[in-house]
T-cell receptor
Framework: AQSVTQLDSQVPVFEEAPVELRCNYSSSVSVYLFWYVQYPNQGLQLLLKYLSGSTLVKGINGFEAEFNKSQTSFHLRKPSVHISDTAEYFC??????????????FGTGTRLQVTL | NAGVTQTPKFRVLKTGQSMTLLCAQD?????MYWYRQDPGMGLRLIHYSVGEGTTAKGEVPDGYNVSRLKKQNFLLGLESAAPSQTSVYFCASSSQGRRTDTQYFGPGTRLTVL
């Protein structure tokens, strides 16, 4: 089974500062990685995903993530955050489950708190 | 196009009561999923469905039942609620069950069992 580790449970940052949210995974097979965002009292929304190809993946709202196979990492970055980026961010890896189904294995989440 | 919707948004139950959570999607997706979200644990898969009339167990299925009588709906049932089932429940759907597919999530149902 694969696993995902998000080392930081909370990341406080000032508005317009850069931010990096860390994600490490364990996998012995080909990896498909996702970042989801959960705004307060809402469901999860896909930010970006890595399937193959370029290791730098660009997503919505100015976020990007870099897949690093040697370090088994998929860190999320944004060069300048806004108050509206305050949310919970989840890293996830997709793995085969049973039969033809797959499932997402999520990290425990990182709460990004942006202040003025 | 509403995407994935969930009913109800909030519910409080007493221990031993039963209830059904409804998930609906209008994207004609084959696969649907139920997850629960607990503090410090991320989301865990309860049950899933690969198509109309089919369901299967996920990682934490005990105490829950599901049904998918129509392709667009996926119901999660609690026959006898327990305090350990206090959680936020999310439904998701994807076009197929491939590892590369994006799962689309509903807004969640916050359930408290007293």
């Amino acid at each position: 089974a694969q696993s995902v580790t998000q080392l930081d449970s909370q990341v406080p940052v000032f508005e317009e500062a850069p931010v990096e949210l860390r994600c490490n995974y364990s996998s012995s097979v080909s990896v498909y990685l996702f970042w989801y965002v959960q705004y307060p009292n809402q469901g999860l929304q896909l930010l970006l995903k890595y399937l193959s190809g370029s290791t730098l993946v660009k997503g919505i709202n100015g976020f990007e993530a870099e897949f690093n196979k040697s370090q088994t990492s998929f860190h999320l970055r944004k060069p300048s955050v806004h108050i509206s980026d305050t949310a919970e961010y989840f890293c996830a890896v997709s793995e085969g489950f049973t039969g033809t189904a797959s499932k997402l294995t999520f990290g425990t989440g990182t709460r990004l708190q942006v202040t003025l | 196009n509403a995407g994935v919707t969930q009913t109800p948004k909030f519910r409080v139950l007493k221990t031993g009561q039963s209830m059904t959570l409804l998930c609906a999607q209008d994207m004609n997706h084959e696969y649907m999923y139920w997850y629960r979200q607990d503090p410090g644990m991320g989301l865990r898969l309860i049950h899933y469905s690969v198509g109309e009339g089919t369901t299967a167990k996920g990682e934490v299925p005990d105490g829950y039942n599901v049904s998918r009588l129509k392709k667009q709906n996926f119901l999660l049932g609690l026959e006898s609620a327990a305090p350990s089932q206090t959680s936020v429940y999310f439904c998701a759907s994807s076009s197929q069950g491939r590892r590369t597919d994006t799962q689309y999530f509903g807004p969640g149902t916050r359930l408290t069992v007293l």
